[in-house]
C-alpha cells in the first residue's frame, strides 16, 4: 500500500481578488482582526515583503476594529491587494455610510487613536463610498528592489 502525501490544512485560504490580492469575508467583531491579520501576513510574505508584516497587522487591527465599533454590520471584506508594483493596499469594506472620523483624543482617553495610528504608520489612507457602504484603506509604500 502506498502512502499519498497529504497537504496540511491551513486556517486560512485567500481568494484572489485582483493583479494579486487576497481577500476574506469576516464576521463585522473584533476577533475578526486576528484573521485578518493572518490574512495579511500570508499575503505579504507570499509577495516576499516580509518587512511590512508588523505595520500592516497594526493597521488591519484597527481597520477591523472600527469597523467593528461603528458600521453595525454583520461582516465586513477584508482584501490585500497591490494596486500598483510600488503599492500595497489593505482594505476594510462594510456596510454603513458612517465616514470615519479623525480624534484628537485627550492624554488620558484610551481609546480614540486609531486612524492617528494608521496614519503615522501608513503612507496614506482614505475612504471611498459606496451605493452598498463604504471601503476604508491604507497603503504602503514598497521599495523599488522588493
Given at each position: 500500500m502506498t502512502s499519498v502525501a497529504r497537504r496540511p490544512i491551513t486556517p486560512i485560504r485567500p481568494n484572489a481578488t485582483g493583479c494579486p490580492g487576497?481577500?476574506?469575508?469576516?464576521?463585522?467583531?473584533?476577533?475578526?482582526?486576528?484573521?485578518?491579520?493572518?490574512?495579511?501576513?500570508?499575503?505579504?510574505?507570499?509577495?516576499?515583503?516580509?518587512?511590512?508584516?508588523?505595520?500592516?497587522a497594526l493597521v488591519i487591527t484597527e481597520l477591523v476594529g472600527n469597523a467593528a465599533r461603528y458600521s453595525g454590520s454583520r461582516v465586513v471584506r477584508v482584501s490585500v491587494t497591490r494596486p500598483a508594483?510600488?503599492?500595497?493596499?489593505?482594505?476594510?469594506?462594510?456596510?454603513?455610510?458612517?465616514?470615519?472620523?479623525?480624534?484628537?483624543?485627550?492624554?488620558?482617553?484610551?481609546?480614540?487613536?486609531?486612524?492617528?495610528?494608521?496614519?503615522?504608520?501608513?503612507?496614506?489612507?482614505?475612504?471611498?463610498?459606496?451605493?452598498?457602504?463604504?471601503?476604508v484603506w491604507a497603503e504602503f509604500r514598497v521599495p523599488g528592489d522588493a
Open positions: 487576497y481577500s476574506e469575508t469576516l464576521p463585522c467583531e473584533p476577533q475578526s482582526a486576528g484573521r485578518a491579520r493572518i490574512l495579511v501576513r500570508a499575503a505579504l510574505i507570499a509577495w516576499r515583503l516580509d518587512h511590512l508584516v508588523d505595520d500592516a508594483p510600488d503599492r500595497v493596499r489593505l482594505a476594510v469594506s462594510d456596510r454603513s455610510p458612517a465616514l470615519p472620523r479623525l480624534h484628537t483624543p485627550a492624554e488620558d482617553e484610551e481609546a480614540g487613536r486609531g486612524l492617528l495610528l494608521i496614519g503615522a504608520v501608513a503612507h496614506r489612507w482614505d475612504t471611498e463610498l459606496r451605493r452598498w457602504g463604504k471601503v
